[in-house]
Each structure stands twice: as structure tokens, then as C-alpha cells.
């Protein structure tokens, strides 16, 4: 069974990059059926989405957050991570990594706070 | 920047039938925006029902259907159940880049 796992920092100080990780387990991280996917979504709020990385495609970004964000794969790890640079209280949001799809999972979500 | 427009509340009655529609600001909503849709419940992560139009996962409840209706994407509930009284998100993709609709509340009552 393929589950994935977010981590990384809760809280964030403005201006400062936001950086999380998730871990993929039941499945490599290379399997090109899956499309690795980072979604977020605010406190009483609508789902946006952030990005995603695919073994056969360059990322791909929200064009609203292109010039900030990155998406990569740690294939040691089994893991890809995102990083959102310069955050304001905007990015504040439940973050959750995800594959969509005809192979769909989705993590728990992890809860970023943007504040000093 | 392209938006995706759906309805912002919907009620059903049980045992009723409702369509949620999802539309894009570019035009007409075909199989190449793979439409996806995604039930939410509050505290609750999202759970994706329906992927390109209209496939289903082995937990999607046989009364949810896809299909593209009128140039829209759009999710059928035939035979509507209490517990389908959540939030419902639609996803298009423009070519590799994805953008959600804002959601559409469906009561049950």
C-alpha cells in the first residue's frame, strides 16, 4: 500500500523559505505512474495547487507562485520536497503532497504557519 | 492567470439527483483538461472521486459520475446520500499546470 508522509518546518518567519518533504513509501519515487503533487490550502479556504514533479517532465509550477517555488525528488530518500522562498502570511496553509491521477494518494497534510 | 469557475452552494434533497458543473475561463472544458473532482468533508483531507472526466477509483460510490456537459466539466450525484453533504473541488489541467476550482458546497436537506 503506497502512503506518503509530510514533514518539515511548522513555522515559518516572513521572509523566510518554507521547506517540506514527502515521504513515499509502497512505491518508488521513480515509478513513472505517479505524478507527484504539492496542494495547499488555507485555513476556510479553497484547495490551490502549487505544483507537481513527474520522472519523465520538467516541474511544473503555479504560475502565482512560479518565481518562489521548487519542487525535487531525493530518489536516496524516496522523497520530493517543496520550497517556497520569500513567504508572508499568505502561505500560510494545511499543506498536503499527493500523487493524482489513475494512481492516487494523498498524505495527511502539514499545517505551515508564516509568522514571526 | 486561468480560472476555474464553479457553484458556490448547491442543496439536494436525499435521494435527489444534483449536478455540480466546473467551467474554464479559456473556453469550452474538454477531455484534455483531464477534469478531476474532489470531495471534502470539514477536518478531513480531500479524497478524489473522479479523475480524466470520467473514471472512477475503487472507493468512488457508484451515484458519483463524470462527464462534460455544455462545455463544462461536470459531476453527477444520482440518489444522494446524507454523507455526501461536503465540499466539492474540481481540478483542470493546461497542459502539465493544474488550477482548482473554488468549490461548491452541497447541503443535504
Known amino acids: 500500500q503506497v502512503q506518503l508522509q509530510e514533514s518539515g518546518s511548522g513555522l515559518v518567519e516572513p521572509s523566510q523559505t518554507l521547506s517540506l518533504t514527502c515521504t513515499v513509501s509502497g512505491a518508488s519515487i521513480k515509478n513513472a505512474n505517479y505524478f507527484w503533487t504539492w496542494i495547499r490550502q488555507p485555513a476556510g479556504r479553497g484547495l490551490e495547487w502549487v505544483g507537481r514533479i513527474h520522472s519523465a517532465e520538467n516541474p511544473t509550477y503555479n504560475p502565482s507562485l512560479k518565481s518562489r517555488v521548487t519542487i525535487s525528488v531525493d530518489t536516496s530518500k524516496n522523497q520530493f520536497s517543496l520550497k517556497l522562498t520569500s513567504v508572508t502570511a499568505a502561505d500560510t496553509a494545511l499543506y498536503y503532497c499527493?500523487?493524482?491521477?489513475?494512481?492516487?494518494?494523498w498524505g495527511q497534510g502539514t499545517m505551515v504557519i508564516v509568522s514571526s | 492567470q486561468t480560472v476555474v469557475t464553479q457553484e458556490p452552494s448547491l442543496t439536494v434533497s436525499p435521494g435527489g439527483t444534483v449536478t455540480l458543473t466546473c467551467a474554464s475561463s479559456?473556453?469550452?472544458?474538454?477531455?484534455?483538461?483531464?477534469p478531476n473532482w474532489f470531495q471534502q468533508k470539514p477536518g478531513q483531507a480531500p479524497r478524489t472521486l473522479i479523475y480524466?472526466?470520467?473514471s472512477k477509483y475503487s472507493w468512488t460510490p457508484a451515484r458519483f459520475s463524470g462527464s462534460l456537459l455544455g462545455g463544462k466539466a461536470a459531476l453527477t450525484l444520482s440518489g444522494v446520500q446524507p454523507e455526501d453533504e461536503a465540499e466539492y473541488y474540481c481540478l483542470l489541467y493546461y497542459g502539465t499546470q493544474g488550477e482548482f476550482g473554488g468549490g461548491t458546497k452541497v447541503t443535504v436537506l
Open positions: 480524466s472526466t470520467r
Open positions: 479559456t473556453g469550452a472544458v474538454t477531455s484534455d483538461h483531464h
Open positions: 499527493a500523487s493524482l491521477g489513475s494512481f492516487n494518494i
